[in-house]
């Protein structure tokens, strides 16, 4: 009797897809954690922004 073997080789393809998919979701962890700072120092008020040397007008430039 013949046995068959079955042996998972990734293709090129499911390589490149996984690359690209976790540079997306890597995107989108770093997008969300600019997004949250950016939130929580809106709420500080002047005083409290320059007191850690920034500028109302810096928040935006936060990357």
């Not at 897809?17 to 995107?27: D, Q």
């Not at 709420?43 to 810096?58: H, K, P, V």
């Amino acid at each position: 009797m013949a046995a068959i073997e079955n042996t998972y080789a990734p293709s090129a393809f499911a390589g490149r897809f996984g690359k690209t998919f976790v540079s997306i979701v890597s995107r989108f962890f770093a997008w969300n954690e600019t997004r949250k700072t950016r939130a929580v120092l809106a709420q500080l008020t002047d005083r409290e922004l320059a007191d850690i040397g920034l500028s109302r007008s810096a928040i935006i430039e936060i990357q």
